[in-house]
């Protein structure tokens, strides 16, 4: 099954956190903190303003993105837990230095 978002609308995977911390100790799953960062799986089609024109997403599909603790609304979908947010619930995009360095080139 596949699953696309309307409007400005995003899923995200969220991606896993530490196990560890820096001293070697083991955090189990129950207190272990959710990550507030995740990957874009895919994106809706933009916001609809008020004259119908349509506003493209900032965001699109494999972005790392970091969002707030408490954003989105997690589902299940295929088995997989993914969160559902909207665009503006995202507070940027992780960008890869080497790739940032190329595109200011």
């Known amino acids: 099954m596949s699953f696309r978002p309307l409007h400005d609308r995003v899923v995200v995977r969220r991606v896993g956190s530490d196990e560890k911390t820096a001293g070697g100790i083991i955090i189990p799953d129950t207190a272990q903190e959710k990550p507030s960062e995740g990957q ?3 994106v809706g089609s933009g916001a609809r303003a008020e004259d ?3 506003t493209a997403m900032d965001v699109k599909a494999g972005d790392r ?8 609304t997690e589902v299940t979908i295929d088995g997989e837990e ?10 940027g995009v992780i960008e890869n230095k080497k790739s940032a360095r190329k595109k200011a080139a």
Do not use: N
Not at 65 to 72: A, N
């Open 82 to 91: 993914l969160l559902i947010m909207k665009e503006s619930d995202i507070m």
């Open 65 to 72: 993105v970091l969002f707030g603790k408490w954003s989105g």
């Open 52 to 54: 119908g024109s349509i």
């Open 40 to 42: 874009v799986v895919s």
